[in-house]
């Protein structure tokens, strides 16, 4: 079902790319024109799952990462709709073909357990979606930001110069993002501790399994601790700038971390 | 009809000359004016700008139009014939058409792509509107160069990138900052090149300038020649770069005034907050290693200089493709402009088809009359249609001609099969025409434009 959105993704990607390197603007539009058809086609099978399963797909893994990446394209695609700004485009569009290539290719089917009906269950893992796409467009700004400085700074004014908004919007976009991600990190988390003593009763053995010990609940807890520093702290005592891009980089790279290969392999309680 | 382009510009006239030859002193439209009631031709654009003085204009004949316009020319700033003669170039027809497209897309700038010249020919061409002097041909001529600047400003690099040291260290800014608004400089050095900085940055929208300098009244005078700049002694320049978003040092020092130390202090004071300095000094202002400093962006005036320099190397790299634009765009107009040579003919000759179908439809007249309303109309239609198609290749051949050799044998050969009368004018009944009203046809002036006097060339 992803597969359609997922070509629609590839090729906007391919049309950012060639976009970015030749700034012609017909590519450009192109570009946008597929990621909104690409968006469209995922809204329809996002939509279609919600009217099967009766809730948002986002309890098994592939389905999360699915609505994830629809998130992350609308999250984009406003952005660059208040900002006439496509040269992002190229950056944030190969993440969200990474990501729903791996939904098609390992697919998953919610089931819908009576362990996890229920508004906090739902707010949980709603929050924890907009969070992580909030932290992966933090990433790729962080990664454009440290691209320009490189240029400025080594005095070689050239590819990304030439393309790219200035340092100071991608710092105040990576700002700004980190903190609203932060924000529902730190909601879903708290739901996720209200939830678990609740949905212990069901006597389910996933649940049974949240533990500080759990690998996904450990490194969210990481995560969250490199993310309130980064919100919090880090421009306080100078961190701003290059050291914000290079923490929302590895902030994310704990997201992804814990997001496929932990989602997948490793966790015993989050592997509904 | 003709064009013809008669003027100077930089690459033909020193500075002097170009000066006494400025046509904006006196005023576009009143050259224009006098240019068309002299009756020196019968259309009439002077694009006048520091680098050059050009008119395009519309003629009859090319060589009595030259006469005529230099003459204009020089009459009209009071110098000798003689003195402007050897400056002067004549361009005509598709080579006057390239010529101006390759001046607006900033082709034939001084600087190569400078973005201000394709706005000079617009106003050119709105004078000669105010003025009534252009007509078909200077219209369809001067639209299709704002298209040519357009297209070479969107299609290639001509225009990109900065060329002159205060525009690189603006652009610069800009990339650091997002908008200059809001943002604050300080100068450090009261001397002619801190100030021309300054204030190209202040023309950029900086919120404050504050200028530092040894002695307190030098850094006042030129706070003062800047307009709307604070001055501050020696003492509180740390405070000074504390605040400061963008520095520039021009002393004369002969030994750096900024160590990397200072600065490493006055960043941990501004929590890091970006510094871009530029040190427009020699010997140098700024320990370089300063440079290392996170947040820190030092420039010099030679790393300026050098992206100065392969911005203005991208823009050369560019101008191939721009000629190929200017070469495209020529075609283009050329295929109108020539097609223009038998608009006379394809009107007589439409002219000539229609006369024929209302006599015979006159001399019908008594038999028509017996039918219904309807059925006259058809057969009105039905005529007309005929003509139509009849005339709808032969106009869409005549039209199609190249060159003029051609449409003299095409034209002669029509006007003797069809018996066409010699039509005197030029755009009557032609759908597209939007000519101005008939002008007197052109002579050549007698007296002081006698060509022996001018010297045709």
């Known amino acids: 079902m992803n597969a359609v959105p997922l070509v629609f993704y590839a090729a906007a990607l391919a049309a950012y790319w060639w976009h970015f390197s030749r700034r012609q603007p017909a590519a450009g539009r192109a570009a946008t024109t597929l990621l909104v058809f690409g968006a469209l086609a995922h809204t329809f099978v996002i939509g279609m799952q919600t009217m099967e399963i009766g809730h948002v797909p986002i309890v098994n893994a592939s389905s999360f990462v699915s609505t994830l990446v629809w998130l992350l394209a609308l999250a984009y695609l406003y952005t660059e709709m208040t900002t006439g700004e496509r040269a992002m485009g190229a950056f944030i569009l190969p993440l969200l073909v990474a990501l729903l290539a791996i939904a098609v290719f390992k697919p998953g089917v919610d089931e819908s357990l009576p362990v996890l009906q229920g508004p906090l269950f739902s707010v949980h893992v709603l929050s924890l979606i907009v969070a992580y796409a909030s932290f992966g467009l933090a990433c790729m700004i962080g990664i454009t930001y440290v691209l320009l400085f490189k240029e400025i700074k080594a005095k070689q004014l050239g590819f990304f110069y030439a393309r790219l908004p200035s340092l100071q919007v991608l710092d105040t976009m990576n700002q700004q993002t980190i903190i609203l991600g932060w924000a529902f990190l730190t909601l879903g988390i708290i739901v996720g501790f209200i939830w678990t003593p609740q949905a212990r009763a069901y006597g389910d053995p996933r649940v049974q399994a949240m533990s500080l010990e759990d690998p996904k609940i450990f490194v969210a807890l990481v995560c969250w601790a490199v993310y309130s520093f980064e919100a919090l702290l880090a421009r306080r005592i100078g961190w701003g700038g290059r050291r914000a891009a290079y923490l929302s980089a590895l902030g994310f790279a704990i997201v992804l971390l814990n997001f496929v290969p932990i989602s997948y392999f490793l966790t015993r309680s989050h592997n509904f | ?457």
């Open chain 2, 1 to 457: 009809m003709h064009l013809i382009l008669v003027g100077i510009s930089h690459r033909t006239a020193p500075v002097d000359l170009r000066e006494r030859l400025d046509f904006q002193a006196q005023g576009v439209e009143l050259a224009l004016r006098a240019l068309i009631g002299h009756g020196a031709a019968r259309e009439a654009v002077v694009l006048s700008t520091c680098n050059r003085a050009e008119i395009y204009a519309a003629c009859e004949e090319v060589g009595a139009a030259r006469d005529a316009l230099v003459h204009f020319i020089a009459q009209f700033h009071g110098i000798d014939q003689a003195a402007i003669l050897p400056h002067v170039y004549t361009l005509a027809d598709l080579d006057a058409a390239r010529h101006l497209f390759r001046v607006a897309a900033g082709l034939d700038s001084l600087v190569v792509g400078e973005p201000q010249i394709l706005g000079q020919v617009k106003d050119a061409h709105a004078a000669a509107g105010r003025a009534q002097a252009a007509g078909p041909v200077l219209n369809r001529l001067f639209h299709s160069s704002f298209g040519v600047g357009k297209r070479v400003r969107t299609e290639t690099g001509l225009g990109a990138g900065a060329v002159s040291i205060g525009f690189a260290a603006a652009a610069l800014a800009k990339k650091i900052f997002g908008d200059l608004t809001g943002r604050s400089v300080l100068v450090v050095g009261a001397g002619e090149m801190g100030k021309l900085t300054a204030q190209h940055m202040k023309s950029q929208g900086v919120h404050r300038v504050t200028i530092v300098s040894r002695t307190m009244a030098h850094a006042a005078r030129t706070a003062e020649a800047i307009g709307a700049a604070a001055a501050a002694p020696w003492e509180e320049l740390d405070a000074a770069l504390g605040a400061a978003d963008i520095v520039i040092t021009a002393t004369g020092a002969a030994t750096p005034i900024l160590t990397k130390g200072h600065i490493e202090s006055v960043m941990r004071s501004r929590r890091n907050r970006p510094l871009f300095v530029i040190d427009i000094a020699l010997p140098r202002d700024v320990e370089p290693a300063a440079g290392e400093i996170e947040q820190v962006f030092l420039y010099n005036i030679d790393d300026l200089q050098a992206t100065v320099n392969e911005n203005l190397a991208r823009r050369a790299s560019e101008v191939q493709r721009a000629e190929l634009i200017v070469a495209d765009e020529v075609a283009r107009f050329g295929a109108w402009f020539r097609s223009r040579g038998v608009i006379p003919t394809v009107v007589a000759l439409r002219q000539h088809a229609e006369q024929i179908r209302r006599s015979e439809l006159e001399r019908l007249q008594f038999k028509l009359s017996a039918l219904p309303p309807e059925a006259r109309a058809r057969v009105d239609e039905i005529t007309r249609l005929i003509v139509e198609k009849l005339l709808l290749t032969p106009t869409e051949q005549l039209k199609s001609l190249g060159d003029p050799d051609t449409i003299n044998v095409y034209t002669e050969a029509v006007t003797r099969l069809f018996g066409l009368a010699q039509s005197t004018n030029d755009d009557a009944g032609e759908p597209a025409a939007d000519d101005s009203p008939k002008v007197e046809p052109f002579r050549t002036p007698s007296g002081p434009l006698d060509r022996r006097k001018t010297g045709r060339r």
